[in-house]
């Protein structure tokens, strides 16, 4: 017995070293199979390989948005036949500079100089936006692009918004411009990969989108505190849900709020757009807090309102805030592990720029400093501008919004009717609906936003002045005078379509106003109320405006072929057998 116990516990020694042995050559290998491929869930922070591919494919994807709106609305806005031809505006800028090329480019830098825009306008016009739609489709697909990809985009924008005149007009055409600039120094320069290792994101980019959504927001704080009264009395989103020129289904609740409720959202504006920008200069914490309240600010105007695809468009250079260890959640294990690679790569070896592109690079960094001097300087006048660029590139520009709010909300509404005397008291008026714009009370506000209707955006502009300030006005009513098939695309419903056009459209103002929830007007299904201001466009028929359009070079609209003959008694008749129709919906 003695002797198989001695046995027992040799034995049980020797396994319990041979275990030891295993367990401590496993430790080793799992040691050194982690040393080969680093933990992909930590990565550094302070580098920005993962920045750039979300920036990239976030930028792609406006620019999509943007080339989409180009192709569905372009014809009918600046088209041949167009609101507001571009062909017009070309000959102008030509005559103006006497064909010199290099000076009309300077003046509307467009690639339709190169194209057969005098002949085949609307062709050009669709090119160029299939092409943005190709390029931006790629971006966004792969994740990547190289420097030539994002010039091509660049350029085809630069193309569409320096014709796009009124129709083109506003801040976010301008940012996006500016966005794109800096992604084109965000890229290799042939390479389509999502990590070229040989070229890391460049921290001048970096620093420049951050110094761009320091300029958008504090722009926009400083024009509100220095505009309208009701910012600095906190009473302005008391209004704004109502008058936003494009309301949705949630600024109708939104709208009803508390006044306290209100208060609060004005100041915690306030917060966000003078305040919060400075925490960028107070290291990685703060800087990535900036970004988080800068995106979700972004994100509340997108859910209460259709700004086009300004807010989506904001929220890219809110992207450049954070780091490839804070976004390294949305990735996939293997990228994060490459990621992690090129890192330990460039952590051992230094990186390593190449000569030309680091000449690039401090090329950039000083344009940057001397195109942000005239927008510095404007940012801190007391008469600062907003949304205004320096120089014809829109390179680095001034943004701002919303500097007054408007505290009724004003509506054009058109009318057209089949009388011979439009002053007629008994004259039946049928009602042209726009597709976001409010017309009927009964019409649900639209959810649109990134995507933009041009034309309804504009009618609440023109809300604010009169028709003679708004030529594209006149000719919108001279094309529905001839049922123009093309420019009632443009709108939801126009009420004489497959009819014979109307004999007369004018323009009348109505001041809406949202109906009280759960009040008899609510639950008739009505989201407005309405009550008339007045004539905005006496009656006009396509003969009264002949000499107007002629004088600002656009062609007359010509009646369809199969209502030119239908005039005198067969008018009348048409007239009578729809009488009950028309007669129906005045009552509604």
């Given at each position: 017995?003695?002797?198989?116990?001695?046995?027992?516990?040799?034995?049980?020694?020797?396994?319990?070293?041979?275990?030891s042995?295993?367990?401590?050559s496993?430790?080793?290998?799992?040691?050194?199979?982690?040393?080969?491929?680093?933990?992909?869930?930590?990565?550094?922070?302070?580098?920005?390989?993962?920045?750039?591919?979300?920036?990239?494919?976030?930028?792609?994807?406006?620019?999509?948005?943007?080339?989409?709106?180009?192709?569905?609305?372009?014809?009918?806005?600046?088209?041949?036949?167009?609101?507001?031809?571009?062909?017009?505006?070309?000959?102008?800028?030509?005559t103006?500079?006497?064909?010199?090329?290099?000076?009309?480019?300077?003046?509307?830098?467009?690639?339709?100089?190169?194209?057969?825009?005098?002949?085949?306008l609307?062709?050009?016009?669709d090119?160029?936006?299939?092409?943005?739609?190709?390029?931006?489709?790629?971006?966004?697909?792969?994740?990547?692009?190289?420097?030539?990809?994002?010039?091509?985009?660049?350029?085809?924008?630069?193309?569409?918004?320096?014709?796009?005149?009124?129709?083109?007009?506003?801040?976010?055409?301008?940012?996006?411009?500016?966005?794109?600039?800096?992604?084109?120094?965000?890229?290799?320069?042939?390479?389509?990969?999502?990590?070229?290792?040989?070229?890391?994101?460049?921290?001048?980019?970096?620093?420049?989108?951050?110094?761009?959504?320091?300029?958008?927001?504090?722009?926009?704080?400083?024009?509100?505190?220095?505009?309208?009264?009701?910012?600095?009395d906190?009473?302005?989103?008391?209004?704004?849900?109502e008058?936003?020129?494009?309301?949705?289904?949630l600024?109708?609740?939104?709208?009803?709020?508390?006044?306290?409720?209100?208060?609060?959202?004005?100041?915690?504006?306030?917060?966000?757009?003078?305040?919060?920008?400075?925490?960028?200069?107070?290291?990685?914490?703060?800087?990535?807090?900036?970004?988080?309240?800068?995106?979700?600010?972004?994100?509340?105007?997108?859910?209460?309102?259709?700004?086009?695809?300004l807010?989506?468009?904001?929220?890219?250079?809110?992207?450049?805030?954070?780091?490839?260890?804070?976004?390294?959640?949305?990735?996939?294990?293997?990228t994060?592990?490459?990621?992690?690679?090129?890192?330990?790569?460039?952590?051992?070896?230094?990186?390593?720029?190449?000569?030309?592109?680091?000449?690039?690079?401090?090329?950039?960094?000083?344009?940057?400093?001397?195109?942000?001097?005239?927008?510095?300087t404007?940012?801190?006048?007391?008469?600062?501008?907003?949304?205004?660029?320096?120089?014809?590139?829109?390179?680095?520009?001034?943004?701002?919004?919303?500097?007054?709010?408007?505290?009724?909300?004003?509506?054009?509404?058109?009318?057209?009717?089949?009388?011979?005397?439009?002053?007629?008291?008994?004259?039946?008026?049928?009602?042209?609906?726009?597709?976001?714009?409010?017309?009927?009370?009964?019409?649900?506000?639209?959810?649109?936003?990134?995507?933009?209707?041009?034309?309804?955006?504009?009618?609440?502009?023109?809300?604010?002045?009169?028709?003679?300030?708004?030529?594209?006005?006149?000719?919108?009513?001279?094309k529905?005078?001839?049922?123009?098939?093309?420019?009632?695309?443009?709108?939801?419903?126009?009420?004489?379509?497959?009819?014979?056009?109307?004999?007369?459209?004018?323009?009348?103002?109505?001041?809406?106003?949202?109906?009280?929830?759960?009040?008899?007007?609510?639950?008739?299904?009505?989201?407005?109320?309405?009550?008339?201001?007045?004539?905005?466009?006496?009656?006009?028929?396509?003969?009264?405006?002949?000499a107007?359009?002629?004088?600002?070079?656009?062609?007359?609209?010509?009646?369809?072929?199969?209502?030119?003959?239908?005039?005198?008694?067969?008018?009348?008749?048409?007239?009578?057998?729809?009488?009950?129709?028309?007669?129906?919906?005045?009552?509604?």
């Amino acid at each position: 017995m003695a002797a198989f116990h001695k046995f027992s516990e040799s034995e049980i020694r020797q396994r319990t070293v041979a275990k030891s042995v295993i367990e401590e050559s496993k430790s080793i290998e799992t040691e050194e199979r982690n040393s080969e491929t680093p933990d992909a869930y930590s990565l550094e922070s302070k580098t920005y390989w993962l920045t750039r591919i979300a920036l990239l494919r976030f930028l792609g994807f406006i620019y999509g948005v943007a080339f989409c709106v180009a192709l569905q609305q372009n014809k009918a806005l600046v088209g041949k036949n167009g609101l507001l031809p571009a062909d017009v505006h070309l000959r102008a800028v030509q005559t103006k500079f006497k064909g010199d090329m290099p000076q009309m480019l300077a003046s509307t830098p467009t690639l339709l100089w190169f194209m057969d825009w005098e002949y085949q306008l609307d062709w050009c016009l669709d090119v160029l936006a299939l092409a943005g739609i190709a390029l931006s489709s790629l971006v966004v697909l792969a994740g990547a692009a190289n420097m030539i990809t994002m010039i091509a985009l660049w350029m085809l924008y630069h193309s569409i918004a320096n014709v796009g005149q009124t129709w083109y007009g506003f801040g976010w055409e301008s940012q996006l411009l500016e966005t794109g600039f800096l992604a084109i120094f965000f890229c290799p320069l042939f390479s389509l990969r999502q990590l070229p290792s040989r070229t890391p994101p460049s921290l001048v980019v970096i620093w420049g989108y951050r110094w761009l959504i320091f300029r958008i927001m504090l722009g926009a704080g400083l024009i509100k505190i220095r505009g309208d009264k009701c910012w600095r009395d906190l009473t302005c989103m008391n209004y704004h849900y109502e008058t936003q020129p494009v309301p949705n289904p949630l600024s109708y609740y939104l709208h009803q709020s508390p006044v306290s409720v209100h208060k609060l959202e004005v100041l915690g504006n306030h917060v966000i757009e003078l305040i919060a920008p400075w925490l960028m200069l107070m290291g990685r914490r703060m800087t990535l807090l900036n970004g988080a309240l800068q995106i979700f600010f972004q994100v509340v105007l997108i859910a209460s309102g259709n700004l086009s695809f300004l807010n989506w468009l904001t929220i890219i250079p809110s992207i450049s805030c954070f780091d490839d260890a804070s976004l390294s959640w949305l990735f996939s294990q293997a990228t994060r592990t490459q990621v992690s690679k090129i890192q330990q790569q460039h952590k051992s070896v230094g990186s390593q720029v190449a000569g030309l592109r680091r000449v690039m690079e401090i090329c950039l960094a000083i344009l940057l400093v001397w195109l942000s001097i005239p927008v510095v300087t404007n940012l801190w006048s007391s008469k600062q501008k907003m949304n205004t660029s320096f120089e014809p590139l829109r390179l680095l520009n001034t943004y701002g919004a919303f500097g007054s709010i408007t505290k009724t909300r004003a509506e054009i509404i058109l009318q057209g009717t089949y009388s011979e005397d439009p002053q007629d008291p008994k004259a039946i008026w049928e009602e042209y609906e726009f597709k976001c714009k409010p017309s009927s009370v009964k019409q649900l506000p639209c959810v649109i936003s990134p995507y933009h209707y041009r034309l309804d955006w504009l009618m609440w502009f023109a809300a604010f002045q009169n028709y003679q300030h708004n030529p594209w006005l006149v000719h919108l009513v001279a094309k529905l005078l001839v049922n123009d098939e093309v420019i009632t695309d443009l709108i939801a419903h126009n009420p004489f379509y497959g009819r014979t056009p109307p004999r007369f459209i004018r323009a009348e103002q109505y001041i809406y106003e949202y109906t009280k929830i759960g009040s008899k007007e609510a639950e008739s299904g009505a989201w407005y109320k309405r009550k008339y201001k007045g004539s905005y466009m006496t009656p006009v028929s396509l003969d009264q405006l002949a000499a107007g359009l002629k004088y600002l070079g656009w062609p007359v609209p010509e009646t369809p072929r199969q209502y030119a003959k239908e005039t005198g008694n067969n008018h009348e008749n048409r007239k009578q057998t729809n009488a009950g129709t028309l007669k129906k919906k005045k009552m509604q």
